[in-house]
């Protein structure tokens, strides 16, 4: 166990603090950097056992990063940046987690947390302008900042299919891994669940399990991650490059090394079209995110054209016809939900001990002790695993039981979906910042990006509230108003609307359907942030 992975042997005292936050993941790990920096006392809350936080509970068999790894990382230690070297393309869950602690470690951030220890209540006390943190242990501390590091896909979501108790196996949800591993050796495994976790999960647990049912509701785009490993050549070549590399994906689309192509996909002839198509196929990653080209997020035609050419490519991987038309989707334009990148997801169909149901043809009725019985029959199962996904974004905040000025509650304030000012803050709440709140860029490109960006901007506000003397920072109404507006309006122009996803809170029954992040890209939000912090932080009431 290394340090950074223990419960701290010295747990921090102090009940009285500038700034507390909460999380122990990317965000959690540099807000503590930064507010030591600025000299500020702070405590940490984290719920795991130890540093980490996605990766410290995802940890299901083939969970990893589909953003670049030489990107995915910090920037804000030229040192830790040309030390660390990461072995492939797409880094491993273990990888990643490894160089987390190994942040940790290196720059002791993990002191700064009390571990095991979840966020049950966050008040903010008006009379004393001091946010009021309660823990499970019922511990009481208070601060005059309160940031949110929870990240936005840590809220599993287990459905609530009827019957799920009876079920006599053990059953997982992806994103709540056991740290133990789990064994599918000769084992009857099913999956429920097509997205991200599920179709990295499913080649894995086919290899191993004696036989995999995989149920499935809503087929899913996926295009081929083509990991490999990184040349030693390759690797001195990106850290020579790093600074430029960084810097394109500051201002780029969605915070990785590359952007959209340079044209629109209708304005290229069909034969250039289909040969920029199969490179991006070849090559593989994040290029395909939003789906490659300018127009495809916009235009229906455009769209179906990338669409058709990953329905063809499945068509072309399925050996048998029927399981391949099952795994078609057909009914929402590509990338509208968040397209995962896979290691050889479709081949996984051609195995013998692999079976695809179709919950469309066949929903599930209920689970049984001995598996999960469709309206066609009882497939029997000595394992479960839910690959069913997260309360995005607003899941991991509605959580920790905040209440602002005069008592309001957080899920009543969001009662018709998040109302932020930049996805950082929310009127009623002062001086509470949010990390990739809702209505920031957040889960549209790489975490990394989005964190520091919105760490270093939170301090630089903090420091700059330090310097004017102003105790509270809270977004004014109309400014929160017009950037709720804005993120609305901006995702209703795209094809996302069409989609059934969890950027609207779709897959969470009865979450209101609001468009989750901001989709007008990473370097236009970074600038816009930029401009309201030069006109003195526009926006926010400074008292
Ligand atoms: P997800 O994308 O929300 O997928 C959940 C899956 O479970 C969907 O196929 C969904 O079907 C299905 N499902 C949910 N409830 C169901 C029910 N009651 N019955 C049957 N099926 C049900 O969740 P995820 O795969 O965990 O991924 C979430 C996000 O986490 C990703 O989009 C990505 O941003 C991130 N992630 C990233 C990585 C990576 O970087 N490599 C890996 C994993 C996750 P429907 O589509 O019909 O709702």
Known sequence: MSPAQNSNPHP????????????AGFAGLYAVYRLREMGLSHRGFEQGSGVGGTWYWNRYPGAGSDSESWVYSYTFSEELEQDWTWSSRFPPQPEILR????????FDLARAFTFDTRVTAARYDETRNRWEVETASGEKVTATWLITAVGCLSSAAVPDIPGRDDFAGPWYHTGEWPHQGVDFTGKRVGVIGTGSSGIQA????ARQAAHLTVFQRTPNFSVPARNRALAPQEVDELKRNIKEIREFCRWSTIGQPYDFQDRNALDLDPGELRERLEAMWQKGGFEWMFGGFPDML????????AAEFVREKIRETVKDPAVAEKLIPKDYPIATKRLPLDNGYFETYNRDNVTLVDLRET???????????TTEKTHELDMLVFATGFDALT???????IRGRGGRKLEDKWAEGPR????VATEGFPNLFMVTGPGSPSVLGNMPTSIEQHVDWICELIAHMRAC???RAEPTTDAEASWGAHVQELAAETLFPQADSWYLGANIPGKPRVFLPYIGGFGTYRKLCNEVAEKGYEGFALG
């Not at 499913?202 to 647990?205: E, G, H, R």
């Not at 209920?366 to 598996?371: D, L």
């Open 420 to 423: 932020t000012y930049l996805g």
């Open 202 to 205: 499913i080649p894995v647990i």
């Open 469 to 471: 003397g102003a105790a």
């Open 298 to 305: 916009y235009d229906e035609r455009a769209n179906d054209i």
């Open 12 to 23: 921090p005292v102090d009940v009285d603090v500038d700034a507390i936050v909460v999380g």
């Open 395 to 401: 899941g991991p905040l509605l959580r920790l039981g």
């Open 99 to 106: 160089y987390l602690e190994h942040v940790a470690e290196r």
């Open 363 to 373: 929903p599930i009725e209920r689970i049984v002790g001995a598996g999960v019985r």
